[in-house]
């Protein structure tokens, strides 16, 4: 039996990406990206960025000028690895003299602790050289290979260990410090003498300076990594995590795995810092998203609710207030993304939010109301609830654009994304003969987040006594399920269509956005076991999960973003959907096939992978540009869990009915919390026990 807590913070939790033979280490929005050995090439997506600006572009380390031959990586947390590496043999010897250690740690800069050993039994000496730039590229700009060749940056050698790069007309600077060393323009270098046996060691540190936002390094050389703000964190996260025993090792591994990387990618506000919220992914997305953040701060809910409550504060402190087409900002919009590098800035007009979504704004009222049945004071309550009515303002007022009682999207400014749902590449919503309908655009799911934020605010009406309100609102998402059942529901196909175009005819590709309204409630019961079938028909299930589009319809393609991938996320909505209705096989056959796949993804769910079917390969195909760790991949193993215990909250004493796969078994998750109770459930083939339930309910 394999005892998993969620919370323990040794063996594999949060382990850095490794993608092919690189590195990945993740702090806050804090992120490096490096070969095995630490290298950082100028002309590849890799570096150091800190708040979207790549600080460190080149790194090269080389003993007696020659390059150290890496071994292996060890890590233990997120933002934390040891690269081992040795010199090369001397001509004509198989074994190399020395071992070279580097301890690298990420948080707005960077640490590294450079050790040397003479593996030898004679003294050695050597020098150690580190070579190192900043072209203070944009995020974007990295990513889309767009890395400018006339970039200038100036160096100047500030004392005898340290020298600064910069770019002063951007106001963008890095001081890169080495104990002990001689530094000159962009390199510093060591004379070291070892004896046999001996070792050598010096600390680096990379302090970044960004315009007038002061940033602090979180390992300062002296100091213990183990007393510093994301160590002590990620532990508290650890300690308050549930714990899980389990005969199944996939189960109990991803698990882990999930909660190290749901801690890593947690972003502090400095203004609050009681205040998290959880990034989108790493690399590229290290910052709050409106509709990422809402959906993992939900499928954390079993684990913590803190997260659901620094999210919903931050998104509301940043509500629209006015019409602004560059940003799509609009009175009681909730945003899609919040960006500092210069890229989205620009096109933003200096602003650093961008509001382009549809779906953004009823999810703010789903967790809202969601949260309120897990457990929310009063007071956080009271302050939200404004926010919440001007959000179903906005759905009403500007969201349904035309009155017809559902909500579109059409982009506002040209560089604005032209699909404004989860599936937001430009080629993303379709019809079932490939071709691409014109807006404004009604998508399905978001039809049933507004339903489930109407029932979410009427519940919250009832809690305070807002009698006529929660009467108002209830009629109003009765309305909304009648017109979405007849004007989206395509008989003589068995599916909903995934949209509305701007003509109001049905766009009628097989997609896994029916799966959504299965999870918020608004499909008609007649027309449920339809939409399950389908779901798991040999078109959309590739035996790892359900792919985004059927493979019979036009645009498919198993290696494109969003027509014909599987995401783990969109898996877990689905599954939770299908379990909703009843459909139990249906939903642990979606289980069971995501947690096989995140085996060959070393227990770690990337953000999606190629959608070829099961029976073709032997293991699910990486997608390339996949991030990972990535939020709401990360959160899908959690919500998997509630799924298979059918955790709801408010339900009576019907709080937990457990429906577990045989494989899982037997199955005690301790250290949930609802409400005020802390949980135990225990699950073997006699049936199932939960303590800690308070009397009454």
């Not at 007309?169 to 046996?197: I, Y």
Request: contains cysteine; aromatic residues 8%; hydrophobic residues 40%.
């Amino acid at each position: 039996m394999v005892n998993n807590p969620w919370g323990d913070a040794a063996g594999e939790v949060g382990e850095p990406s490794v993608v092919g033979a690189g590195v990945t280490l993740v702090e806050g929005s804090t992120f490096c990206i490096s070969e095995s050995g630490g290298v950082i090439n100028p002309n590849r997506p890799e570096g150091l960025f800190v708040r979207d600006t790549r600080v460190v572009s080149q790194w090269r380390l080389t003993v007696d000028g020659q390059p150290p031959q890496p071994l292996t990586v060890q890590y233990a947390d997120p933002y934390s690895a040891t690269l081992l590496a040795r010199t090369p043999p001397r001509p004509g010897r198989a074994d190399s003299t020395a071992l070279v250690v580097l301890g690298r740690h990420v948080g707005d800069g960077m640490r590294e602790d450079l050790t040397v050993r003479n593996l030898s039994g004679d003294p050695i000496t050597c020098t150690v050289a580190l070579e190192m730039d900043a072209d203070f590229a944009d995020l974007f700009e990295v990513k889309e290979g767009r890395i400018g060749e006339g970039v200038v940056t100036q160096c100047r050698v500030v004392d005898d260990g340290a020298f600064e790069i910069s770019r002063p007309e951007l106001k963008l600077a890095v001081t890169v410090a080495g104990s002990g060393a001689t530094a000159s323009e962009r390199a510093l270098r060591w004379q070291v003498m070892l004896p046999a046996r001996g070792e050598w060691s010096a600390c680096i540190q990379y302090r970044p300076a960004l315009g007038s936002v002061p940033v602090t390094p979180r390992y300062g050389c002296g100091s213990p990594v183990s007393h510093s703000a994301p160590y002590q964190r990620l532990r508290d996260w650890y300690q308050n995590s549930p714990t899980v025993l389990t005969e199944d090792e996939t189960l109990a591994a991803v698990l882990q795995r999930a909660v190290g990387d749901l801690g890593a990618l947690r972003i502090f506000d400095p203004g609050h810092p009681e205040r998290a919220v959880v990034a989108a992914g790493a690399p590229w997305f290290m910052a709050l998203f409106g509709r990422d953040s809402l959906l993992t701060s939900w499928m954390v809910l079993p684990l913590d609710r803190r997260l659901a409550v620094g999210t919903l504060q931050s998104l509301a402190g940043m509500q629209g207030n006015e019409i602004r087409p560059l940003q799509e900002e609009q009175p009681g919009r909730i945003p899609h993304e919040v960006r500092f590098g210069r890229a989205a800035t620009l096109l933003l007009g200096g602003d650093t939010v961008y509001y382009g979504t549809a779906d953004a704004t009823p999810l703010f009222v789903m967790l809202l109301g969601e949260l309120h049945r897990w457990g929310l004071d009063a007071k956080t309550r009271d302050e939200l609830l404004p926010h919440a009515d001007r959000a179903l303002e906005w759905i009403e007022q500007y969201g349904d654009m035309d009155g017809d009682g559902f909500v579109e999207y059409a982009r506002a400014a040209e560089h604005g994304l032209a699909n404004q749902g989860w599936k937001d590449s430009w080629d993303g919503v379709n019809f079932i003969d490939g071709s691409m309908p014109h807006a404004p655009i009604a998508l399905s799911e978001v039809q049933g987040y507004v339903y489930a934020a109407y029932l979410a605010r009427a519940d919250l009406a009832d809690e305070i006594g807002e009698d006529e309100l929660a009467v108002r609102l209830r009629a109003k998402a009765a309305r909304l399920k009648k017109a979405f059942n007849e004007q989206f529901w395509l008989p003589e196909k068995g599916w909903f269509a995934i949209g509305l175009d701007r003509d109001k005819r049905p766009i009628d590709a097989l997609t896994s956005n029916m799966g959504h309204c299965l999870w918020t409630g608004i499909v008609d019961d007649d027309k449920a076991k339809s939409v399950a079938d389908h779901l798991l028909s040999p078109e959309m299930f590739s035996g790892w999960g359900i792919r985004t589009l059927g493979t019979n319809m036009g645009a498919y393609n198993p290696v494109s973003y969003h027509n014909g991938s599987v995401w783990p996320h969109d898996n877990a909505i689905c599954a939770a959907g299908l379990m909703r209705y009843g459909f139990t096989e249906h939903a642990n056959r979606v289980i069971d096939g995501v947690l096989d796949a995140a085996v060959r993804f070393g227990h770690r769910l990337p953000e999606l992978f190629c959608g070829f079917d099961r029976a073709e390969f032997a293991s699910p195909v990486p997608y390339p540009t996949s991030c990972s760790p990535q939020a709401w991949a990360s959160a899908t193993p959690l919500l998997f869990m509630r799924t298979m215990l059918r955790l709801e909250p408010g339900n009576g004493d019907k709080v937990v009915d457990p429906v577990i796969p045989q494989r899982y078994l037997p199955l005690r998750v301790s250290g949930l919390r609802v409400g005020d109770d802390v949980l135990t459930v225990t699950v073997n083939d006699a049936g199932f026990r939960v303590h800690g339930l308070s009397t009454g309910r």
